[in-house]
């Protein structure tokens, strides 16, 4: 890999994590207002795409952000095919490649989907939607309860890795800072985390429960698990601690775009072994 080459993904990867800290910040913020009652309200990424096309030069920024979600998947694709993190090859190492995979694809659908509001193509449904629309096609497919309960025991797995992130602040030996910086990004990362986990949890708990009663409709997306946590005992208090956690992770994604090491050694170590067989 060329230094050329490697230099235009790393400027693409730390857009993509600024891109995906917009995201967040949005989702976050959206819902701290809606907690306080000065209007936003629960919504995933696609609501929060949707209200940055309305803001004021929407279309430049949701173009910009659009290119980072892009490129955020090609850096994730990156990740687990050529294990730029170097993560190696035990079965552990595996589970997380093949999360960085999986990740891959939700931002080139999530890039799609902001391209399709730049050009006036994507339908009014939001997350809620799609989440019911592709759990109910799986309930139709063979053994598709279990399919549903398959990916529902994978996201509560992921936000069982995330709230482990959160205790641990392992994410930490992927960032470049030192000192008061490095303090104040890992409690940002570790508030962000710990907000991610508890929606992951939600939201994998609800697929679990679409599965075992093979309703579409019990199936929620992130908006919908806010919701839900809204509706709980202490319900207001909860959401806007959490709320306050995925704007916090926002806030770290941009803390990621400057600090975090996008090392490409690994990378072209494997491609050029790839090369050589190839030869």
Same mark, same amino acid.
């Given at each position: 890999?060329?230094?050329?080459?490697?230099?235009?993904?790393? +400027? *693409?990867?730390? @857009? !993509?994590?600024?891109?995906?800290?917009? $995201?967040? #910040?949005?989702?976050? &913020?959206? %819902? /701290?207002?809606?907690?306080?009652?000065?209007?936003?309200?629960?919504?995933?990424?696609?609501?929060?795409?949707?209200?940055? +096309? *309305?803001?004021? @030069? !929407?279309?430049?920024?949701?173009?910009? $952000?659009? #290119?980072?979600?892009? &490129?955020? %998947? /090609?850096?994730?694709?990156?990740?687990?095919?050529?294990?730029?993190?170097?993560?190696?090859?035990?079965?552990?190492?595996?589970?997380?490649?093949?999360?960085?995979?999986?990740?891959?694809?939700?931002?080139?659908?999530?890039?799609?989907?902001?391209?399709?509001?730049?050009?006036?193509?994507?339908?009014?449904?939001?997350?809620?939607?799609?989440?019911?629309?592709?759990?109910?096609?799986?309930?139709?497919?063979?053994?598709?309860?279990?399919?549903?309960?398959?990916?529902?025991?994978?996201?509560?797995?992921?936000?069982?890795?995330?709230?482990?992130?959160?205790?641990?602040?392992?994410?930490?030996?992927?960032?470049?800072?030192?000192?008061?910086?490095?303090?104040?990004?890992?409690?940002?990362?570790?508030?962000?985390?710990?907000?991610?986990?508890?929606?992951?949890?939600?939201?994998?708990?609800?697929?679990?429960?679409?599965?075992?009663?093979?309703?579409?409709?019990?199936?929620?997306?992130?908006?919908?698990?806010?919701?839900?946590?809204?509706?709980?005992?202490?319900?207001?208090?909860?959401?806007?601690?959490?709320?306050?956690?995925?704007?916090?992770?926002?806030?770290?994604?941009?803390?990621?775009?400057?600090?975090?090491?996008?090392?490409?050694?690994?990378?072209?170590?494997?491609?050029?072994?790839?090369?050589?067989?190839?030869?």
């Amino acid at each position: 890999m060329l230094a050329a080459d490697r230099s235009r993904l790393e +400027l *693409l990867a730390r @857009l !993509g994590y600024a891109a995906r800290g917009v $995201v967040n #910040l949005l989702i976050g &913020g959206l %819902a /701290l207002l809606a907690a306080f009652g000065r209007g936003g309200g629960a919504t995933g990424s696609k609501g929060a795409l949707q209200t940055l +096309l *309305l803001q004021p @030069l !929407g279309h430049v920024l949701l173009a910009i $952000v659009a #290119l980072g979600l892009f &490129g955020f %998947a /090609l850096w994730r694709a990156f990740q687990s095919l050529l294990d730029a993190d170097g993560h190696g090859h035990a079965p552990k190492a595996l589970v997380i490649r093949f999360g960085q995979i999986v990740s891959a694809a939700v931002y080139v659908g999530l890039g799609v989907f902001a391209i399709s509001l730049l050009l006036g193509w994507a339908a009014g449904g939001g997350g809620e939607e799609s989440a019911h629309d592709w759990t109910g096609w799986l309930l139709t497919k063979p053994m598709g309860r279990w399919l549903v309960g398959a990916v529902g025991v994978a996201i509560v797995g992921s936000g069982l890795g995330m709230a482990r992130k959160a205790w641990s602040g392992s994410f930490a030996r992927h960032l470049a800072c030192e000192g008061a910086t490095a303090t104040w990004v890992l409690n940002l990362g570790r508030l962000g985390y710990a907000a991610r986990s508890v929606v992951f949890l939600v939201i994998g708990g609800f697929l679990l429960l679409a599965a075992y009663h093979a309703a579409p409709d019990e199936a929620h997306g992130l908006g919908g698990a806010l919701l839900a946590l809204q509706e709980q005992p202490f319900g207001r208090a909860l959401f806007g601690l959490v709320a306050f956690g995925l704007a916090a992770f926002g806030i770290f994604e941009f803390a990621e775009a400057r600090y975090r090491r996008i090392d490409m050694s690994d990378g072209r170590k494997a491609l050029d072994a790839a090369s050589a067989r190839l030869a």
